[in-house]
């Protein structure tokens, strides 16, 4: 009986012990663990926090971000030189690095994607329509997406691009807020001012802006160059993308024949636009014509018959009394409507006195 008793004691001593045991190794793992059982609450709060920080978009900062990014463009176009070469940033990525101060990565590399390129004499500034921008001076909304992400609303109606809408997604990122992304929604085409037009195209051949030139271009059917007024099937024909090109361009082409002589008119673009196309005089013209098919010399207008269904704006100046009026000039510029029924450039065409 003193046997069984003894061994009852001893096996309830021990499943004690090992109950301690178990029991004091499981504190010991919590204490070694504290982290496992609040960190999810730290990273919680922590997220809190950052959030907590983001500082309030009200119409003021709306202004100060969406004016900075105009800014920032713009500053590209005051840093180039005479040949649009970049002065002060000697790489692409130097240019992203001073853009994404003001605008995210994504939005940099679509200014640059359009607008800047390497080439072998430095960074290139390609002259062309500028982006979207927001007009300070317009009215808009802004809209909350969430506490870091807002849409700045606004409408916009002009010449080139009608009436339109954009969308500039401002964002928090890094303590501070930018530009993301801007959209833009076509709400309707506005019929555009051809005589304005005009204007525009008389002052970018005046400065041999072959990229600006460009973009009045008709996408389809290109511009045809005549370096007289009677328009003949031989004279040159140019896509968008060869008038951008024009001052890099070194060809020689043939233009046509020179009136009297009948020699060929064999020159570059560079050099045609300075023989035929010096417009200076035309920046302000004695009188402006549409559609009048004037003929101010012996060559024949026969503008009537080559360009149905067009608009011609004729920029003329009078000849002085010192040449007998024979100095007179006028440039003839054709406009005809695409497919979008927008007005776009389809010839440009000198008009001179000729034996």
Same mark, same amino acid.
């Given at each position: 009986?003193?046997?069984?008793?003894?061994?009852?004691?001893?096996?309830?001593?021990?499943?004690?012990?090992?109950?301690?045991?178990?029991?004091?190794?499981?504190?010991?793992?919590?204490?070694?663990?504290?982290?496992?059982?609040?960190?999810?609450?730290?990273?919680?709060?922590?997220?809190?926090?950052?959030?907590?920080?983001?500082?309030?978009?009200?119409?003021?900062?709306?202004?100060?971000?969406?004016?900075?990014?105009?800014?920032?463009?713009?500053?590209?176009?005051?840093?180039?030189?005479?040949?649009?070469?970049?002065?002060?940033?000697?790489?692409?990525?130097?240019?992203?690095?001073?853009?994404?101060?003001?605008?995210?990565?994504?939005?940099?590399?679509?200014?640059?994607?359009? !607008? &800047?390129?390497?080439? @072998?004499?430095?960074?290139? =500034?390609?002259?062309? $329509?500028?982006?979207? %921008?927001? #007009?300070?001076? /317009?009215?808009?909304?802004?809209?909350?997406?969430?506490?870091?992400?807002?849409?700045?609303?606004?409408?916009?109606?002009?010449?080139?691009?009608?009436?339109?809408?954009?969308?500039?997604?401002?964002?928090?990122?890094?303590?501070?807020?930018?530009?993301?992304?801007?959209?833009?929604?076509?709400?309707?085409?506005?019929?555009?001012?051809?005589?304005?037009?005009?204007?525009?195209?008389?002052?970018?051949?005046?400065?041999?802006?072959?990229?600006?030139?460009?973009?009045?271009?008709?996408?389809?059917?290109?511009?045809?160059?005549?370096? !007289? &007024?009677?328009?003949? @099937?031989?004279?040159?024909? =140019?896509?968008?993308? $060869?008038?951008?090109? %024009?001052? #890099?361009?070194? /060809?020689?082409?043939?233009?046509?024949?020179?009136?009297?002589?009948?020699?060929?008119?064999?020159?570059?673009?560079?050099?045609?636009?300075?023989?035929?196309?010096?417009?200076?005089?035309?920046?302000?013209?004695?009188?402006?014509?549409?559609?009048?098919?004037?003929?101010?010399?012996?060559?024949?207008?026969?503008?009537?018959?080559?360009?149905?269904?067009?608009?011609?704006?004729?920029?003329?100046?009078?000849?002085?009394?010192?040449?007998?009026?024979?100095?007179?000039?006028?440039?003839?510029?054709?406009?005809?409507?695409?497919?979008?029924?927008?007005?776009?450039?389809?010839?440009?065409?000198?008009?001179?006195?000729?034996?």
């Amino acid at each position: 009986m003193k046997k069984i008793i003894l061994l009852f004691l001893i096996l309830l001593i021990g499943g004690a012990s090992i109950v301690w045991i178990l029991t004091n190794q499981e504190d010991e793992t919590k204490s070694s663990n504290p982290a496992s059982s609040s960190e999810k609450t730290v990273e919680e709060d922590k997220n809190r926090d950052d959030i907590n920080t983001v500082e309030n978009l009200t119409e003021e900062k709306v202004v100060e971000v969406l004016n900075s990014y105009r800014e920032a463009f713009e500053s590209l176009i005051s840093d180039t030189n005479d040949q649009n070469f970049l002065s002060s940033f000697y790489s692409i990525d130097e240019v992203r690095g001073f853009l994404t101060k003001v605008m995210s990565t994504k939005q940099a590399n679509e200014i640059i994607g359009n !607008y &800047v390129e390497n080439r @072998d004499r430095g960074v290139y =500034f390609i002259a062309k $329509e500028s982006p979207v %921008f927001f #007009e300070k001076d /317009t009215d808009f909304t802004f809209k909350k997406v969430t506490k870091k992400h807002y849409k700045v609303i606004q409408q916009q109606e002009n010449q080139m691009r009608g009436k339109i809408e954009k969308t500039f997604h401002v964002t928090w990122v890094e303590d501070k807020w930018i530009l993301d992304n801007v959209e833009v929604e076509r709400l309707e085409a506005v019929q555009p001012n051809v005589e304005q037009l005009a204007q525009e195209v008389i002052q970018v051949i005046n400065k041999r802006d072959m990229e600006a030139l460009a973009v009045y271009a008709h996408k389809e059917k290109g511009v045809l160059f005549s370096p !007289y &007024v009677h328009v003949k @099937d031989q004279h040159q024909e =140019f896509t968008k993308e $060869e008038i951008a090109n %024009f001052k #890099e361009d070194e /060809t020689v082409y043939h233009w046509g024949n020179y009136d009297g002589s009948g020699k060929p008119i064999e020159l570059t673009p560079l050099a045609y636009f300075n023989e035929f196309l010096n417009v200076e005089k035309l920046q302000e013209p004695d009188e402006i014509f549409v559609n009048q098919y004037n003929q101010h010399g012996n060559a024949i207008n026969n503008h009537k018959e080559q360009f149905p269904n067009t608009k011609i704006i004729e920029y003329h100046v009078e000849g002085t009394e010192e040449n007998a009026k024979m100095d007179w000039q006028s440039i003839h510029l054709v406009f005809e409507k695409n497919d979008n029924e927008l007005w776009k450039l389809t010839a440009i065409i000198s008009d001179t006195w000729t034996i």
